[in-house]
């Protein structure tokens, strides 16, 4: 494929979102209209823009790319990613958060705490942190899709990275969450479309779900060494096993299902959008939605990445692999673009690419909006309380938007590493700091201030040491090696400790130091609606 | 070792879980679609009443 193919098709890609992001412009009259989109939205664009957002080209590549390595265990992932990121996110979280937003009048989550334990403090850190460690996780999305982009059009990464960051951005910072969600809706059905004829192909090219599945458990560690898959040696028990218990396989497994998995229900990303819900009907409508999508999204990514083990030996096409500094080194990231490249119709590779970067767009649009609305609302107005009009409020927040665009832009192009570990670490740091505080904001009345504190820097700075001192993928880069040597510990993900410490902390502290007055009323407040 | 579709019996249960969270969510949505009317009327007229409160505040 070539350069002038891509430019013309990128070029209608980006008109559309543009032009999208001009009707949001439109739409968008007030602070609630761009933090909220008005609270006027309907079940499936909630569910698609949910979607849309949760499920990024990370879940798609870089995941698909891991079950590549560790087989058919991951779809471990897939089952959390709806039994905690649909069901329990939207019948546990979902209600009643739009209830005690919708009472605190509050269109963040930094602003719900802050509001409802009456500290802009609390507000402004938390959305500090939100705003900083989104950067790196927006960083992450862009980068499995710019590396998508390389493959296939064979075009410069840098290239890449800057024209989707000022497409995302622009149809962004105009169209507030009123172009986000439109644009996402369009975004979801490509992607639909892309991953069901992608699983769809897979399958019938290797005879349907039995066979298929069948084909990848009889590869032997010979036939994957021949073509230089790293599967061989991580996936002991075959593609379609579980790994031994507690062997290393077995602890990546489990540090990815559940970081990533528990970790959606404190994503601040996500929970906005139960905000933007017009009643607890659509929210309840949204369900069935959601799962569909989640199932046609996770569970279809997870599910081919070991069978392109079976595609590519059968074909005699060899594993991936790209060069650092330690070498040259399997590339679980491009596996699905190099069997889609390799073996499908050039039509589809089309499809397929714009589907994987609606994907990246559309969490990425999601992630600006919120960052942006971390640092402009929750930091600079609320928490400096700068005294603004709500026209002004809005500039801020596009001001800020833009800055955190522009930050973006300078960490993509100098890449961390592989990106499925950057969305972990996202995850899990979110839910060690705010999963904690905001579950027990939304269902113990005595929650106090003092214990939301203690919860939300306990599980943040324990989170922050685990990835310094310990975590095996972090630490060694960090301070040249783990404290801890044992990988059974070390490999673990801090949501495992960090999270029960959170909650204890939480807990405790709000029980030793009680709510003030001020609090009383609060809490009284955000509870009316329940 | 017996396997289901080609998977062990860990990953099969995965498998079959997804499924199976996916149909509930389908239930889910038909049920309060459907057959859960009162409780929906319910809801929006409270909801309702809440903002009219408002207003009157």
Known sequence: MDIIFFVISMSLFAAMFIFIGYLGYKKTKTAEDYFVAGRNMGAVLIAFSYGATFISAVALIGFSGIASV???????????????????????????????????NAMTLPEILGTRFNSTRIQMVSGLIIGIFMVAYTSAVFLAVANLFQVTFTISYEFCVIIFTIIVGISLIAGGLYG???????????MIIGMLILTIGIYAMLGGVGPAHEAAAALTPEALNSIGSPAATNAPNGLTSMPPFLSKPFM????????????????????????TAKNEKALRLAIPYGGIFILIMTFTAFSIGPLCNVLMVNNGIMYPTKVTATGVVPNPDAVVPTVVNQLFPPWFVVLFLFAILAAAMSTASSLFHTAGASIGRDVYEKGLKKKLTPKKSLLITRIATLIIVIATLILTLRPLDVVAFMCAFFFGLMACTFLAPYTLMLYWRKTSRAGVWAGMLGGFIFTMLWYVLVYFKTAPQIIGSSLIGDYTINMLDPIFIGLPLSFLLTYVVSIMVKQDTDEKQMMEKSFENI | MSLILGMDTWVFLAWIGTILATIFCVIYGIYYQFFKKSYTEKSLKKEDKNKKNKEDD
């Open chain 1, 252 to 275: 990546m497994i489990l540090t990815l299902i559940f970081g990533v998995g528990i970790g959606v229900l404190a994503q601040p990303q996500l929970i906005i959008r139960y905000l």
């Open chain 1, 180 to 190: 986000v969600i439109w644009t996402h809706a369009i975004q979801a059905v490509l």
């Open chain 1, 70 to 104: 560790y087989g058919h265990s991951i779809l471990w992932l897939a089952f959390l990613n709806i039994f905690v990121g649909i069901i329990i996110a939207f019948i546990f979280y979902g209600f009643r958060t739009r209830k005690v937003g919708n009472s605190l």
